[in-house]
């Protein structure tokens, strides 16, 4: 289990045994996830991962967006400062030869408009810190998703994001230097900034018990521009990757 995974599950312990006294609201859980190993999707493998979509007044906490304090609130429209958690890479297997790229933070700040429970859009743009040398830069995203539901108590919902990143993050994970080329066998490379990638996301959660629910989402995350053109990409990664996740999750009234 991860370090980051091991503070997320201590969190939820303290948020469970307070959620009454402290007005907590939204569902915790944990699930397992099949994805890519890194984002040149080199390989895949099953991971343990916290599920979080909890609010505390205008204090929210969800594994995709991270913590943010919604800041100004009007009319649907909310903005904020937030911090999320950017997962690293393992440079071993098809990677080796490859700098390793340790876990970073993501601080920035994020907008969003969202006139109902049901349907949001967003963006974000924040600065990873925390990696090594000549590693980590500027990420930004921008989306939408829309929930409706199914039908027996189960809730579908949509999600698409667009995520961009400048030269440095990209070439954190798509560039090859020459040092690197060598070990590895990957061709140099120079990674340029841009929309890095697209994202698909089609999730539904089905009811168990009382409050208690079963969680389910895939992904389909399409490589494009500098990411997508990558030596490390045409030879060991794909373009086209899928992320698949389970979880059971409770939920605070």
Known sequence: ???ITFVLLAALTCLSINARADGISGEAGLGLSYQPHDPS????????VPYLDLDWGDVSLSTDDG????????QGWSVGPFVNYLPGRTANGQLRGLRDVPDMGEVGGFVQYAPADFWRVYASVGQAVGGGSGQ???????GGEVGYPVGGGVIGSTNVTAHFADARQTQTFFGVSDDESRASG?????????????ALTQSFEFPLAPHWSLLTSASWIHLTGSAADSSLVKQ????????????IAYKFD
Do not use: C
């Open 1 to 3: 289990m991860s370090r």
């Open 41 to 48: 999707g080199s390989r895949y493998e099953s991971r343990p």
């Open 67 to 74: 913590l943010t304090w919604s800041a100004l609130k009007s």
């Open 136 to 142: 980590g830069g500027v990420l930004g995203r921008v």
């Open 186 to 198: 990957i061709r140099p490379y120079n990674a340029g900034g841009g929309l890095q990638n697209v």
């Open 236 to 247: 060991i990664g794909r373009a086209d990757q899928g992320e698949a996740q389970v979880a």
